[in-house]
Nanobody, 123 residues
Framework: QVQLVESGGGLVQAGGSLRLSCAAS????????MGWYRQAPGKQRELVADITRSGSTNYTDSVKGRFTISRDNAKTTMYLQMNNLKPEDTADYYC?????????????????WGQGTQVTVTS
């Protein structure tokens, strides 16, 4: 089991910055990939960025060059630094963790979510 707790959301003007944090606890060693998703009102949840255990990162096109995903050395906390925020970034942001547990002959994959944190960008 993995528990995820987000923090750092808030209200900011366009062009401003926020940093989201996601603290992971529990079976951290089973985590393969962590990511940030967002869901705006009336829209589907979408991937914003993710980072693998080895540190490889991936971003959706709309945030490239503005957002940076990272993890601390202990891999217990993930961050999303959001710069040059735009009104279209307004959404609830969710932390996600994928775990893989190999117990031959089975491979167990699980998906965990945080409770979400709200980001509102005003024009």
């Amino acid at each position: 089991q993995v528990q995820l707790v987000e923090s750092g959301g808030g209200l900011v003007q366009a062009g401003g910055s926020l940093r989201l944090s996601c603290a992971a606890s529990g079976s951290i060693s089973d985590i393969y990939t962590m990511g940030w998703y967002r869901q705006a009102p009336g829209k589907q949840r979408e991937l914003v960025a993710d980072i693998t255990r080895s540190g490889s990162t991936n971003y959706t096109d709309s945030v490239k060059g503005r957002f940076t995903i990272s993890r601390d050395n202990a891999k217990t906390t993930m961050y999303l630094q959001m710069n040059n925020l735009k009104p279209e970034d307004t959404a609830d942001y969710y932390c996600n963790a994928n775990t893989i547990v190999i117990r031959p002959p089975s491979i167990e994959k699980r998906d965990y979510w945080g409770q979400g944190t709200q980001v509102t960008v005003t024009s």
